[in-house]
């Protein structure tokens, strides 16, 4: 099984800074067939359901405001949040869905300072 | 809109059974895989199981902690998606969140989720 070690496990932020959380897999999630990595990034709001915020680890989902931005290719992923609002403090998880079992990263808590 | 609507959660012993069901609607059921995925009180996601479609004949997938207890089906004729749980543990106790691969080629739909408990 593909294991995915996220980091940091909480993060303290003012509004307006910039956050990163980086997720790395024990196995290469990029695909020679089609160049694709199948890295996915979740936000999760006290009380509500995850929410797909990137996939194939760069492609932002539609509705999702641009400072939330992915990248990282191979093993190595980074969710950059620019210009942090108080609207975005939640927990945060990476998902490898590149073979099954897919895997979950342990998460972000994202916090206001 | 795309809607998952979880049912048939609650509180259950250990060793007991328990099937849980999501209704979908707003999207092609029938051309999307669907996914169980569970959150234990105050921790982090867990993928469940895996279904695929007719065209690649219904190909499930588990995690080892699940497999040979649950057994993930579907019903195209009803756009359902169901999760059997057998020889329950404690350790089951989660929100099971139903989700869905609308065409992003990822999990980008959730329901509300269904409450188990497993406990004597």
């Known amino acids: 099984d593909i294991v995915m070690t996220q980091s940091p496990f909480s993060l303290a932020v003012s509004e307006g800074e910039m956050v990163t959380i980086n997720c790395k897999s024990s196995q290469s999630l990029l695909s020679s067939g089609n160049q694709k990595n199948y890295l996915a990034w979740y936000q999760q709001k006290p009380g509500q359901s995850p929410k797909l915020l990137i996939y194939y680890a760069s492609t932002r989902q539609s509705g999702v405001p641009d400072r939330f931005i992915g990248s990282g290719s191979g093993t190595d992923f980074t969710l950059t949040i620019s210009d942090v609002q108080a609207e975005d403090l939640a927990d945060y998880y990476c998902?490898?869905?590149?073979?099954?079992?897919?895997?979950f990263g342990a998460g972000t808590k994202l916090e206001l300072k | 809109a795309v809607q998952l609507v979880e049912s048939g959660g609650g509180l259950v012993q250990p060793k007991e059974s328990l099937k849980i069901s999501c209704a979908a609607s707003g999207f092609t059921f029938s051309n999307a895989a669907m996914y169980w995925v569970r959150q234990a009180p105050g921790k982090g996601l867990e993928w469940v199981a895996r279904i695929r479609t007719k065209p690649n004949n219904y190909a499930t997938y588990y995690a080892d902690s699940v497999k040979g207890r649950f057994t993930i089906s579907r019903d195209d004729s009803k756009s359902m998606v169901y999760l059997q749980m057998d020889n329950l543990k404690t350790e089951d106790t989660a929100m099971y969140y139903c989700?869905?691969?609308?065409?992003?080629?990822?999990?980008?739909?959730w329901g509300q989720g269904a409450s188990v408990t497993v406990s004597s």
């Open positions: 989700t869905a691969s609308t065409g992003r080629g990822v999990m980008d739909a």
């Open positions: 998902l490898q869905h590149y073979s099954s079992p897919y895997t």
